[in-house]
């Protein structure tokens, strides 16, 4: 399963991507908005917003992707570790 996460700490993409690999998904993570970040998101099997530490630009950009590729959108509030596993939980098993 492949997962795009937006938003979250500068200094928890090593462990978001840690937890990830433990539920055996491919991570990539955007916390920051880059000039081509709707090139950059690719087609992932799930997008997962920190919506408490990402920008209103940074969501509508994933969200226009995930409805033109048909892509499921978790949102979540906080950006911890916690959360993270809780969605994997959910989604990927």
Partial sequence: MSIVIV???DRMVCQYKKICKHYKCRAKVFTQMSAN???QLG??????????????????????EAKKKKINV???????????EHILKEYAG
């Avoid at 087609?43 to 226009?64: C, E, G, Q, R």
């Fill in 37 to 39: 970040l709707d090139k």
């Fill in 7 to 9: 938003g979250g700490h």
């Fill in 74 to 84: 978790v949102r979540c509030h906080t950006s911890s570790g916690a959360a993270l």
């Fill in 43 to 64: 087609t992932p099997d799930l997008f997962i917003l920190f919506t408490n530490t990402v920008s209103h630009k940074m969501v509508k950009t994933a969200i226009d």
